[in-house]
Each structure stands twice: as structure tokens, then as C-alpha cells.
């Protein structure tokens, strides 16, 4: 189990990929992200894939194919077709390096309530390469028609720019917040890490650093092996995104395929070196299997922070 000496020891060089890419032009990979959304999600136009994807794309949905066209193939086969057609709003876009990830709102076209039915919030990362999408991961879950806190899923904090070294100081507040605040179950270490006013956006947390306290607590008695395992941080100006492996027994560690276990997008929000707001995107079911043969966490970028 990774300790905040270990975490401070090796900061300068467990904060970049396995295999680190050259330095990507971020927001032309962000307008890429941008592109699929307006053409492909919400325009539907299947013309224009091979513009934007790789044709052999790695999917890491356990319900879709690998591949451009079979993505295509996919999606008008189990949603279009049927009538199933939703308008994906992008909340947040966050990148780094070759990675952008998106925070988005998927509801029927002209539902413009963050409370409404159906909608689904998703949290996606793609991987880019050569200017096109390589690699993808993705969760999502169905938006409540309230929260504990009073707070949707989508509102909140403004993104702004940061220098590096900020960024990277703010991955490590938040791989503490995770190996300590979760991993190792020390509540007291929240204390200097998470604001007492913090915002909360999961549905089922209260505002509050109490509140937080409260709620890692009953889960803890319920769960008292349960473990986070980070597989990739994203830090763009004053927003860190981890995607994360939960599992819930000690001894499916580093089993991908283990049952029951989940998966979630935390997006943070840091303020001066805190967690000040929180959003998270998540599942705890995830499966033993998936069409393409991959899991939700295996593929490029992962992080060697151990």
C-alpha cells in the first residue's frame, strides 16, 4: 500500500504516464473532443468518423465493440434506431498531455431541467494520438431528481488556469485524499486537505467536511476493505480528474475483473492547495467480461505513482 513518504518521494517522477507522449497541443485535442460530441453524439453523422477516430480504436465500455465503424455500428444499432436519441452537453473539458476528459449531461433533446428525466450524467476519456481518438474509457449513472445536498450533478466551480507546478502539487493533494482519506481510512488526514465548507455534487453526500466524514464512516462499517486504486489523474489549471477501481475485498487487489467492485470519475476542484468542490460519476457495477475483451481500467496512460 502506497504511503504519503513514498508519495512525496518519488512526486518528481510517479505524476507522468508509463510511457509519457510528447507534450500534446491540448486544446487542439480538447476541440477534437468537442468535434465528436457536436458531429457524432448529437449530429449523428457517421460520414465523418474516420476524421476524428482511429480506425482501430481501443474501447474500454464493456458494451462496445473496438473500432470506428463498429462504434458507428453500435450506437445506431442499440440507440438511433430505436429511437433513443439523447443531446450530449459537455459541462467540463478537462486535458493533459495526450488525454481530455469530458463531464457531460445526456438527456432528450430541449430538456434543459438538470433535475429532469431521463438524463445521465457520463464521464469519458479519450486518448488521442496523431489527431485522432486511440483510446476510451468511459462511466456513467442515471441523474437523481434530487441530492442530500441541494446541489445537481452539473453546477458549480469555474475552471482556471494554473502553472505547472501547482498542478502537479494539486495531484498529490489529491492522491492523499484517496490513500489516506479512503485507503487507509484516516478521517483526521481530510482535515488538511479538504475545505469544512466543501461543495459537494454526488447526490448522495452532504455539504460539508462533517458531512464527508459521516459518509466515508458508515461506509467504512459497511466495506472495511475497500480499497481506491487511482489509474489516471488529469490536472488542468485548478480541476484534478482521477478514474479510479474500487474494490471491496482485500483480496481482488489488482483484478480488473473482480465482482463486486466499481468504477468513478472524481473531478475535484482546488483552491490554494484544498479540495473545495467535488463531482463524481460512478458505478459499482462493474463486469466480469466486456465485448471487446478489455476492462474499464487496463490501456495507455496509466499512472506509476507506487
Same mark, same amino acid.
Given at each position: ?33 468537442? +468535434?465528436? !460530441? ?16 482511429? &480506425? ?9 465493440? *473496438? ?6 455500428? /453500435? ?16 459541462? +467540463?473539458?478537462?486535458?493533459?498531455? %495526450? ?13 434543459? %431541467? ?5 438524463? /445521465?450524467?457520463?464521464? *469519458? ?38 502553472? &505547472? ?26 482535515? %488538511? ?25 458508515? /461506509? ?20 484534478? =480528474? ?28 482546488? &483552491? ?7 463531482? %463524481? ?9 466486456? =465485448?471487446?475483451?478489455?476492462?474499464? !481500467? *487496463? ?8
Amino acid at each position: 500500500m502506497m504511503n504519503l513518504t513514498r508519495i512525496t518521494a518519488i512526486c518528481a517522477t510517479s505524476l507522468i504516464p508509463l510511457a509519457a507522449p510528447a507534450l500534446a497541443d491540448e486544446a487542439a485535442n480538447k476541440a477534437l473532443v468537442e +468535434r465528436v !460530441f457536436e458531429e457524432f453524439y448529437n449530429g449523428r453523422n457517421v460520414d465523418t468518423l474516420t476524421e476524428y477516430m482511429a &480506425e482501430d480504436l481501443i474501447q474500454h465500455n464493456p458494451l462496445e465493440p *473496438d473500432g470506428a465503424k463498429e462504434l458507428a455500428e /453500435f450506437f445506431e444499432a442499440e440507440f438511433w434506431s430505436k429511437g433513443l436519441i439523447m443531446n450530449a452537453e459537455i459541462i +467540463r473539458i478537462v486535458a493533459e498531455d %495526450d488525454l481530455v476528459f469530458t463531464q457531460s449531461r445526456w438527456a432528450p433533446p430541449g430538456m434543459d %431541467d438538470p433535475w429532469g428525466q431521463p438524463s /445521465f450524467a457520463i464521464g *469519458d476519456i479519450y486518448r488521442i494520438e496523431d489527431g485522432k481518438l486511440v483510446e476510451h474509457w468511459d462511466v456513467g449513472q442515471p441523474v437523481p431528481e434530487s441530492s442530500v445536498n441541494g446541489n445537481t450533478m452539473f453546477e458549480g466551480g469555474i475552471w482556471h488556469a494554473e502553472p &505547472e507546478e501547482v498542478e502537479e502539487a494539486n495531484k498529490l493533494v489529491v492522491l492523499k485524499y484517496f490513500e489516506e482519506g479512503i485507503n487507509n481510512q484516516n478521517l483526521d488526514a481530510l482535515d %488538511d486537505i479538504v475545505a469544512e465548507d466543501w461543495i459537494a455534487h454526488n447526490p448522495m453526500e452532504p455539504n460539508g467536511l462533517a458531512g464527508l466524514k459521516a459518509v466515508f464512516g458508515g /461506509f467504512f462499517e459497511q466495506t472495511p476493505e475497500v480499497h481506491a486504486d487511482v489509474k489516471r489523474l488529469i490536472a488542468d489549471g485548478n480541476l484534478v =480528474v482521477a478514474h479510479n477501481h474500487y474494490t471491496i475485498n482485500k483480496a481482488d487487489r489488482g483484478n480488473d475483473w473482480a465482482q463486486p467492485a466499481g468504477a468513478t470519475f472524481d473531478i475535484f476542484r482546488i &483552491e490554494d492547495g484544498v479540495i473545495v468542490e467535488h463531482w %463524481d460519476i460512478g458505478t459499482r457495477d462493474v463486469p466480469a467480461s466486456s =465485448v471487446s475483451g478489455h476492462s474499464m !481500467f *487496463d490501456g495507455g496512460a496509466l499512472y506509476n505513482y507506487r
